[in-house]
T-cell receptor
Framework: TQLLEQSPQFLSIQEGENLTVYCNSS?????LQWYRQEPGEGPVLLVT?????EVKKLKRLTFQFGDARKDSSLHITAAQPGDTGLYLCAGSGGGADGLTFGKGTHLIIQP | GAGVSQTPSNKVTEKGKYVELRCDPI?????LYWYRQSLGQGPEFLIY????????DSGLPNDRFFAVRPEGSVSTLKIQRTERGDSAVYLC??????????????FGPGTRLTVL
């Protein structure tokens, strides 16, 4: 069974600070996706990483896939209240199979 | 609509009743997925359709759960003899599934099921 562990589970910081959240597994994934979910809504895809060591940037968000394709990180620079939400990582074993999700990181950015 | 739609948005039922949850995927998406998200947890995979057929139903928890996609578009998740432990948000996702490794899935807003 493939498992993804996310840390921290909860994070509350002030506007303008930087933060990093982690997604770790003992399994290798073909691709890994990061989603953001707000209360009462479905997860919204932020990025997909597929190559070991790959780094992708989305404005103030930087995503990295580990060299061995077992882990990933999300770094947010100068966090803003609009970044508040549940951040989920999800791994794919390949093809079109169902995704394996972590439990998520609940992020609160205080003004 | 442009995105995945799910109906109803909320469903309250009594223990032992039968419920149906509907998903309308993004037009042209051949793959459709059902997930269940319990409070404080990430989504948990239930079943995946490629066209009309269930390609992987390994996540269905027991035989009270069943899903269909008769015309390869809209899907219905059916739960018989509901139990209080079935209370969760049921999410549907769809994907183009062009056979490459990205496997990017786009989610609907979910149906919140409450079993009293």
């Amino acid at each position: 069974t493939q498992l993804l562990e996310q840390s921290p589970q909860f994070l509350s910081i002030q506007e303008g600070e930087n933060l990093t959240v982690y997604c770790n597994s003992s399994s290798v994934f073909s691709s890994l996706q990061w989603y953001r979910q707000e209360p009462g809504e479905g997860p919204v895809l932020l990025v997909t990483v597929v190559t070991g060591g790959e780094v992708k940037k989305l404005k103030r968000l930087t995503f990295q896939f580990g060299d061995a394709r077992k882990d990933s990180s999300l770094h947010i620079t100068a966090a803003q209240p609009g970044d508040t939400g549940l951040y989920l990582c999800a791994g794919s074993g390949g093809g079109a199979d169902g995704l394996t999700f972590g439990k998520g990181t609940h992020l609160i950015i205080q003004p | 609509g442009a995105g995945v739609s799910q109906t109803p948005s909320n469903k309250v039922t009594e223990k032992g009743k039968y419920v149906e949850l509907r998903c309308d995927p993004i037009s042209g998406h051949t793959a459709l997925y059902w997930y269940r998200q319990s409070l404080g947890q990430g989504p948990e995979f239930l079943i995946y359709f490629q066209g009309t057929g269930a390609a992987d139903d390994s996540g269905l928890p027991n035989d009270r759960f069943f899903a269909v996609r008769p015309e390869g578009s809209v899907s219905t998740l059916k739960i018989q003899r509901t139990e209080r432990g079935d209370s969760a948000v049921y999410l549907c996702a769809s994907s183009l599934n062009r056979g490459h490794i990205y496997n990017e899935q786009f989610f609907g807003p979910g149906t919140r099921l409450t079993v009293l």
